[in-house]
């Protein structure tokens, strides 16, 4: 199988020696400026395959972008995260088809972690995507996916004006489609394996006058494919927009309430002696949940650190809106102004043996010489959650100007976070089982509570010039300031923390960074061919979470807090970029065309962060003593390349191969013990990886076949372990069907679609351990099939 592999790698070189695909030169500009509406699906269809990957030329760094339509061929209803997994340098894994499932998601972009990345969606900050997430929400909880315009990524350094305080590596911005010019009722309605059901309606207005709007609201749900969770949940958009000669409004507004069951991984490591390939729920068979139980409440001994929960979940509802206003203050001069709000409520669920990972330790600190199993509700088990909310405000202005050859563009980003974060438990009643789908109530004990309040300001400006027709220089810089203070409203009892810490810290960090430039170039050397270059210096401020993660609110003590605060610096990163793209219509037999990019990259990441516990791990739950210090620099060095071959208008190619080399720098100190990470790869990341998209139109049906290859990602720091690669498959069918078609039914049409096509097994995503001989993993889901319907309604 690995040889079959890599032979497949080297014909797709042969196939792709530049890269991205190349549709539209102006698609990145068209989705940011909000002036291509929602597009038909079926007129999509009807002018013949497309090209999977639109490159933006006007561009001076290595920026890509997949439309609306492209996406929901994928799956109907896909994260605009997962579909990034098409594009050179994205590993992206979930365990669900959609890519929904927040707590298990890996994202790596040319060696950076997924929160080290920036993301927006229509110019609104989504933070940093942590499943514990404090500043933010996902793409798939900010808009409908069915309503994504497109998704851009910048895989090297983001746009000096993009709202972000971690796009260290890039960033990734999602655009919401617009209302459409005539009036129109969308239906959609997916149906398929484990009971998924899917329901999509959108309303469009049409113009009247200057004006236009839609309402849409989709319910999904689908059971878990190794347990009986029922993941999914409701979700509300509306968008309004007035559009005239004084200048453009708009406003929209997102509800999403999301209710999803968690999988465990599977850990591994030289101890462990069941290590299953997946780890189900034992929800919601409670009696089984009971008789899994010794009448100590001790789980079976055999299954080590791969014990059962009862269930685990995460629940999430937020409310997002803005209001942007982009004023033509003259045929040259626009200034844009955008408010917008975002608030969240949510709550990750455990409910686990109450005999497991150091627990009866921690109950003992609250109920000394006590029944555990009775305060617990007698069932053996207790709930424990992590309690989130977010509620922040924002303004973006950016005032843009052409004067003479210079287009001078300056803005601000000022928003205001205040995040909670409590952990609490609850019994669980052996009389009154709670479920995945419960808010529980009426906690037996509150370890922590932390409240931060969190000011970010970000300037920026910067001058693109027109040298001479064809050449363009770029240049500016943007200004980074966190003002962050930091409360704890409840502090744990001593022993509730590992280490013998009584108080978790108090206290503000201001983290100022004035100057971060940026300058690149672009040079159309001939009508078909563009060269790119791009410097460009960004930094992750630190994390504004408390109890929890790599934050210097959850350090163990407010004198490592203190110290923190004194001596550490934020990440930073300079990116080196240079390519070429190019976009050609040919006359070679059946090949009429071919588009792609090619990119080269090299990267100097200094003061990396990490979380060290120089105390013994107790469990995941009470860990040790954390450090949070810098532990020293990353090189990285890398090549995308890309293409999509055209033959004619049945049928394309796309493929898409990288190679990135992320390397450690230094060693550091874990205690008094050295870790020999110098020299090593950053574990979780691959470092081959290579996609393709195959598309036939036959008689007004598409058929696309999709491969995604990921090559070993090491699984310690030390790269002492490693998960093998895998090879997923993927096949896509769309027609129409018009023989529904008719006065007041159009474009109807069908959609099926098949993950894991060869349904193979294997490690999906890995999950670094805080020991070095200890990670774990999710597994590859098997193969699934769905059924789409669609129709509009005029």
Request: charged content about 20%.
């Amino acid at each position: 199988m690995k040889k079959q592999i890599k032979a497949a790698m080297v014909a797709s070189l042969a196939l792709a020696p530049l890269a991205m695909a190349q549709q539209v030169a102006t698609a990145v500009a068209a989705m940011e400026s909000g002036a291509v509406e929602a597009n038909s699906e079926a007129a999509a269809a009807a002018a013949g395959p497309m090209a999977t990957v639109e490159v933006a030329t006007r561009r001076t760094r290595s920026s890509v972008a997949l439309r609306g339509d492209e996406i929901q061929k994928i799956l109907p209803g896909t994260n605009p995260l997962k579909a990034l997994q098409t594009l050179p340098g994205v590993s992206f894994q979930t365990a669900d088809p959609w890519g929904n499932n927040e707590q298990n998601l890996s994202l790596f972009v040319h060696g950076f972690s997924g929160q080290q990345l920036g993301y927006t969606m229509d110019g609104v900050p989504l933070g940093d995507q942590q499943y514990g997430n404090y500043n933010g929400l996902s793409p798939q909880r900010a808009v409908i996916s069915e309503n994504v315009r497109g998704v851009v990524l910048s895989s090297g350094a983001g746009d000096l004006a993009t709202a972000s305080t971690s796009n260290l590596g890039g960033t990734i911005e999602t655009f919401s489609s617009d209302p459409l010019a005539e009036r129109n009722f969308a239906v959609q309605q997916t149906l398929g394996s484990h009971d998924t059901s899917r329901t999509f309606l959108r309303y469009d207005s049409g113009k009247f006058g200057d004006s236009s709007v839609y309402v849409s609201a989709m319910h999904h749900e689908a059971r878990a494919w190794d347990f009986h969770g029922r993941q999914g949940g409701d979700q509300v958009n509306a968008k309004f927009v007035n559009d005239n000669a004084a200048g453009r409004l708009t406003v929209f507004f997102n509800y999403s309430d999301k209710i999803e069951p968690n999988e465990d991984s599977t850990v591994h490591s030289a101890t462990e002696q069941y290590q299953p390939y997946t780890r189900p729920f034992l929800y919601p068979d409670f009696q089984a949940a009971l008789n899994y139980l010794s009448p100590t409440g001790a789980t079976p001994a055999a299954e080590g650190n791969n014990y059962r929960n009862y269930y685990s979940d995460a629940q999430r509802e937020d409310y997002l809106g803005y209001v942007k206003y982009d004023w033509n203050l003259s045929d040259t001069t626009t200034w844009s102004n955008q408010l917008y709000y975002h608030y969240d409520d949510g709550v990750g669920v455990v409910a686990g043996p109450i005999g497991v990972a150091g627990l009866p330790a921690l109950f003992a600190v609250y109920y000394p010489n006590q029944n555990l199993k009775q305060v617990f509700g007698n069932s053996g088990y207790a709930t424990r959650t992590t309690e989130y909310r977010i509620n922040r405000t924002g303004w973006l202005s950016t005032l843009r100007t052409e004067i003479g050859d210079h287009t001078i563009q300056g803005g601000l980003w000022f928003e205001k976070n205040e995040s909670q974060a409590y952990r609490r438990w609850y019994a669980l009643d052996v009389n009154n089982p709670s479920s995945p789908y419960d808010r529980p109530e009426n906690p037996l004990i509150t370890q922590y509570g932390s409240e931060i309040d969190n000011k970010v300001v970000q300037l920026h400006l910067q001058d693109e010039w027109r040298v001479r027709p064809g050449l363009v220089l770029q240049g500016g810089f943007k200004s980074s300031l966190q003002f962050a203070r930091g409360m704890m409203p409840v502090q744990p009892k001593a022993g509730a923390i590992a280490g013998g810490s009584t108080a978790l810290p108090e206290g503000d960090i201001d983290t100022k960074k004035w100057f971060l430039p940026q300058l690149g170039a672009r040079w159309d050397i001939t009508a078909s061919d563009q060269a790119f270059v791009n410097v460009q210096k960004n930094m992750r401020q630190f994390v504004t979470y408390g109890g929890g993660g790599a934050s210097p609110w959850s350090l163990a003590s407010q004198a490592a807090f203190d110290l923190f605060k004194s001596t550490a610096k934020p990440e930073t990163s300079v990116t080196f970029e240079a390519g070429l793209r190019t976009s050609r219509s040919l006359d070679i037999g059946p090949l009429t065309g071919f588009d792609g990019q090619v990119n080269l990259y090299h990267v100097n990441f200094k003061d990396r962060l990490l979380t060290i516990s120089p105390t013994p791990v107790i469990s995941s739950i009470i860990g040790g003593n954390p450090v949070l210090a810098n532990v020293g620099n990353v090189k990285i060095d890398g090549i995308d390349m890309s293409g999509t071959f055209h033959f004619g208008r049945a049928f394309s190619f796309y493929d898409a191969i990288s190679y990135n080399r992320s390397e450690y720098k230094d060693n550091y100190l874990n205690g008094a013990t050295t870790v020999p990470t110098a020299g090593k790869k950053i574990p979780g990341s691959p470092e081959w990886m290579n996609k393709f998209v195959a598309s036939l139109n036959l008689g007004g049906t598409e058929f696309q076949l999709s491969g995604d290859y990921v090559g070993k990602r090491y699984a310690t720091y030390t790269n002492d372990l490693s998960v093998s690669s895998y090879f997923l498959l993927g096949l896509g069918v769309t027609g129409k069907l018009p023989f529904l078609d008719g006065s007041w039914v159009k474009n109807a049409r069908y959609r099926v679609n098949v993950t894991n096509l060869a349904d193979r097994r294997g490690d999906l995503n890995v999950v670094v351990g805080a020991a070095d001989k200890t990670y774990n993993t999710f597994p590859i889901a098997p193969r699934q099939g769905f059924l789409t319907l669609m129709a509009d309604f005029k």
